[in-house]
């Protein structure tokens, strides 16, 4: 039986409805889209969607008390709130610097978080 | 008292435009420039605006906000460029005397040969909406529980109702059910979304997170911490129709009502400042209506796009630098006017069309397949097509730089966007 599944592209302004049409995981047909762009855009959030994932953990004597991070690169959707929860109770010893590995694989994807940004020790000041 | 400073310029706040604006004008020559900024470190609010999103432009690559603070932060540590942390600007005369505060020198009297501002914006409150109810513990804007999560690690509630859905109330609503609160619902005045359509879809649909559109907050419950908010549809003129009010249990009301241009310092110098941007009225090369003080990014007009913010940042810095090793004197300036569809442009005033000028405009409603253009005396000078075009997506279009040798004089410059497009 054909099952459809609707998204709204983020492409560009025009916001397309899209509407994909599938059986079985096959995808017979996408519509709604206005160009080339959407039909891909619709196949993917349908297949694999992606996103990035980015949140905090607890830093150890440093400058501030949270450290930015994210997935080095993109992680299927359905894992992010797995990717999240395995990162509570992770404490990171500060100084901390740009890509540092905070966690490696997180939630099985391969993917490894890491550190956005460069975090001093509490003692010294980072721009001074 | 210490001796007056005097830089050739003085650039006041070290966000992503301080940032920009600093790196810009010592590239362009200055070799005495200094960079004032409140917090103890540089980026503004770069830090706490963890979700990715930001450079597409300016470095190709989609990255954090620290990461993008980082890259500034880091060219700035390689020129000679002098950084106050922990600085406070009290205030700024017209005769460009600023007067500022550290723990260090504490009053401190800077007399620059040039200034950019760079203060950015400041969130709406509960105020400036005006929302009626009770005053309790629990009602608290966007950014602020932004701040409390991503920089200080603190939790502002559990059960979360968002007004507005801009994009910073979009990206804490993925935030909020990140770390495990509830969010009940974004709820929206108008009968659009006020955020990009990329948020709507990856922080509230990933997540199940109700939008309602033409609604309001009508009430708010609680005497000492909220309880709850009355939500209500609205109607044509957006007043709330009693019949249709709800009771909304909740422990938090997270604000996301729009920014305004932070400018009590410019009020103070005698700037002039556009009544529909709340910024500044500027020329091409970002000066304002006082010779020598430049501005840039958001308090100027809130951008959407930090890269945007940068771009202008780069201009307001390089127009410092030429003011000061050049002694420029402006032309008498030509008035940029908002023409059909355009809700603003800024600049708002061109003095020379001999150089790349940037313009960026926001339309007043929706609408498909246009052309946006800019006129001068009538005659296109450039333009573009869109397939759409939206109130919350700025729009930029670049004029190339004129060969004045034809003397030719402008008397009047506009920006429309017109119908026929793709």
Known sequence: MANKHDFVCINCPMSCSLELTEENGEILEVTGNDCKIGKRYAEEEFKDPRRVVTTTVSVRSGSLPMLPVRSAEAIPKRLITDAVKSLEGIVVDA??????????????????IIASRDLASASIQPNT | MKKTRKPQLAVIGAGPAGLGAALAASGAGLRDVMLIERDF?????????????????????????????QRFVEEIRRTDVEIMLNT?????????????VNDREGIVEIEPES????????????????????????????????????????????????????DIGLIMARRFTLEGARVEGVYELMDHPGGITRNVVQCLRDFEIPLHLSHTVSFIHGRKRVEAVTVAEVDADLKPRKET????????????????PENELSKHAGIQLDPVTAGPFVDERMETTVDGIFACGNVVNVFDLVDYVTHSAQVAGRGAAEYVLQGRKRQSPVKVVAGRNVKYVVPQFVSDLNRDVDFYFRVE???????????ADGKPLAGKKHKMVRPPEMLKQTTEALDVSTGEKTRELTVEVIPGGE
Do not use: W
Not at chain 2, 88 to 100: F, N
Not at chain 2, 245 to 260: A, M, N
């Open chain 2, 365 to 375: 409603h929706p609408e498909r397949a246009v052309t946006a253009r800019i006129l």
């Open chain 2, 115 to 166: 200034i950019v501002l760079a203060m950015g914006c400041r969130e709406r409150t509960r105020h400036q909406v005006m929302l009626p109810g009770f005053r309790p513990a629990g009602v608290i804007t966007a950014g602020a529980a932004q701040r409390d999560i991503n920089i200080e690690g603190l939790m502002p509630g559990r059960k979360i109702v968002i007004l507005g859905s801009g």
């Open chain 2, 41 to 69: 470190e540089l980026g503004g609010i770069l830090p706490q605006c963890i979700h990715d999103g930001f450079g597409s432009i300016v470095f190709k690559e989609v990255m954090t906000g620290p990461e993008y603070a």
């Open chain 2, 88 to 100: 406070m600007v009290l205030d700024m005369g017209p005769d460009m005397r600023i007067t500022a």
């Open chain 1, 95 to 112: 100084p901390v610097k740009l890509d540092q590995v905070v966690l490696e694989d997180v939630a099985g994807t391969g993917v490894n």
């Open chain 2, 245 to 260: 009010e709800r009771f909304v249990p909740c422990d938090t009301l997270c604000l996301s009502v729009g920014l305004i």
